[in-house]
Structure formats: structure tokens, C-alpha cells
T-cell receptor
Framework: QKEVEQNSGPLSVPEGAIASLNCTYSDRGSQSFFWYRQYSGKSPELIMFIYSNGDKEDGRFTAQLNKASQYVSLLIRDSQPSDSATYLCAVNRGGGTASKLTFGTGTRLQVTL | GAGVSQSPSNKVTEKGKDVELRCDPISGHTALYWYRQSLGQGLEFLIYFQGNSAPDKSGLPSDRFSAERTGGSVSTLTIQRTQQEDSAVYLC?????????????FGDGTRLSIL
């Protein structure tokens, strides 16, 4: 079992729709959860992070965390073609040397016109 | 402000040669991380530096890999006697502190190709 699992996609959504990206993790000691966006040939760019159960909203993005179910998701409202990218879920076990990130392999999102 | 800076952006070398990759973190960031991303793979942790503490080398795949961080700033990742399986994008990230919720910011990476 991979430590961080994501559906590789592609996830195709029409422009203006809500895109829902999901991630599960196996380590119950995971403390913090990050979503990065990566355009083809580019480096990962931080979108959001969350470390408490519940929802966290930032503009068109909402991160949702359920530690009991070991599940974290990212919702993108009013999806735009510029949102087309690979979305990486990453987790860590806390601070210090535990702050190193474990990444999923990413979900490729395609927003269609 | 300036982000994480990595050089070179691309490196092509022959199998068996040594390579050095450089990372200059965001000013004021005390933690520095190296990851690599192979084609079709997720990012894989390599090594972590924080201040004057001993680095966490638990992700280095073999003793051909080493890294140092001088003066708490610039870091160099060295790969000796390169092999074809070392071909990947090597990414450096830095964060403001060592709390687990401190986000890591990535450089543009070095694309390493071993012929």
C-alpha cells in the first residue's frame, strides 16, 4: 500500500464546474497536509495546507481533512482552463526532521471549454 | 522577493561522471530539503537540513549521493559515479521554520540526464 494515494486521472471537468480531488494516506501519525499544483515541466507550487479536521477555504479552493478516515480533499470551484495541471497531495508527521513531505503521484486535472 | 534558486537548470552527463547540483534557499529560510522526481513517479525525499543540526539523510538512495549546506544557506547535492537510473528532476525546497505546518517552497529544479 502506498503511503499517499491519489487517483492519477485524468479528471476532466467543464469550465465553471467544481473539481474534486481526493487523497488518502496510510500513516495515522500524519499531522499536516499540503496541496501543490504542478504544471507540466514546472516545479510544484503550494496551493493550500491544512492540519485541523474540517474545511479550510482560500478563494476558489477548499481543503477538507478527515483524520479519522485518513482522507484529505481539494475542491476547486468555478474551474478555469488555467487550473489544468497535476495536483499533488503531500503529508508530513510533524515538525523537525518529521517535516519531510511524502507525496502522492498526483491527479491530472483537465478543465475543458 | 526571490524564490528558491537552483542551478544548473539542465545537466546532461555521461554515466560514471560526478555531478554537483546547487540550491540557494529563500532568504531567512532555515530548513532546506532535497527531493527528486522521476518520470511518472511522485516526489521522493532525499535529505533535509535545519540550522546546525545533523542532516536527515534517510532518503538518500545510495552512498553515491551526498549533500552539504555551508553557512546555513546554499546547499550542494553531489552524485558520484552517476548511473542511468539517477536521471530525474532534482528539486530543492526551503521553509521558514521547522514546524510541521510550515509550507515548503520549491525551486524550478535541475533536470539531470545520464547518457
Amino acid at each position: 500500500q502506498k503511503e499517499v494515494e491519489q487517483n492519477s486521472g485524468p479528471l476532466s471537468v467543464p469550465e465553471g464546474a467544481i473539481a474534486s480531488l481526493n487523497c488518502t494516506y496510510s500513516d495515522r501519525g500524519s499531522q499536516s497536509f499540503f496541496w501543490y499544483r504542478q504544471y507540466s515541466g514546472k516545479s510544484p507550487e503550494l496551493i493550500m495546507f491544512i492540519y485541523s479536521n474540517g474545511d479550510k477555504e482560500d478563494g476558489r479552493f477548499t481543503a477538507q481533512l478527515n483524520k479519522a478516515s485518513q482522507y484529505v480533499s481539494l475542491l476547486i470551484r468555478d474551474s478555469q482552463p488555467s487550473d489544468s495541471a497535476t495536483y499533488l497531495c503531500a503529508v508530513n508527521r510533524g515538525g523537525g526532521t518529521a517535516s519531510k513531505l511524502t507525496f502522492g503521484t498526483g491527479t491530472r486535472l483537465q478543465v475543458t471549454l | 522577493g526571490a524564490g528558491v534558486s537552483q542551478s544548473p537548470s539542465n545537466k546532461v552527463t555521461e554515466k560514471g561522471k560526478d555531478v554537483e547540483l546547487r540550491c540557494d534557499p529563500i532568504s531567512g529560510h532555515t530548513a532546506l530539503y532535497w527531493y527528486r522526481q522521476s518520470l511518472g513517479q511522485g516526489l521522493e525525499f532525499l535529505i533535509y537540513f535545519q540550522g546546525n543540526s545533523a542532516p536527515d539523510k534517510s532518503g538518500l538512495p545510495s552512498d553515491r549521493f551526498s549533500a552539504e549546506r555551508t553557512g546555513g544557506s546554499v546547499s550542494t547535492l553531489t552524485i558520484q559515479r552517476t548511473q542511468q537510473e539517477d536521471s530525474a528532476v532534482y528539486l530543492c525546497a526551503s521553509s521558514l521554520g521547522v514546524a510541521g505546518n510550515q509550507p515548503q517552497h520549491f525551486g524550478d529544479g535541475t533536470r539531470l540526464s545520464i547518457l
